[in-house]
């Protein structure tokens, strides 16, 4: 890549993120952050596939695919590799999706 002004610019930006985030309060907080945001996305996900009832296979099949994915992405890497910011942060998006199912599931049952 050729060491424009832009690229500059967004190197710059990334470095202080990482800098930012190498605090273990932020990095703690962010992680936390992205667990919820999955719980959310996997509610909203199961009451708009929900809504429609055509889809419903075809969805689950997609869902699946992406966990399964995730998955491999997390635990295809070494023990030092995982510790990447965005590599835990994705796990834990994905745990709060899966989470979110189980929650929804028991909600269909009771």
Excluded: H
């Excluded at 719980?39 to 708009?48: C, M, W």
């Excluded at 809504?51 to 992406?66: E, F, K, N």
């Excluded at 990447?84 to 009771?110: D, P, Q, R, T």
């Amino acid at each position: 890549m050729q060491n424009t002004r832009l690229t500059n610019l967004f190197d710059a930006i990334a470095r202080r993120l990482g800098q930012w985030f190498l605090n273990p309060w932020r990095r703690l907080s962010l992680l936390i952050i992205n667990f919820l945001f999955g719980f959310f996305l996997g509610t909203a996900i199961s009451t708009i596939a929900g809504q429609r009832g055509t889809l419903d296979i075809l969805i689950a099949g997609i869902l699946v695919a992406l966990t399964e994915i995730t998955s491999r992405i997390f635990y295809s890497r070494s023990f030092l590799a995982r510790q990447a910011l965005w590599v835990e942060s994705l796990n834990l998006l994905k745990v709060g999706f899966i989470y979110s199912m189980f929650v929804e599931a028991f909600k269909l049952g009771s």
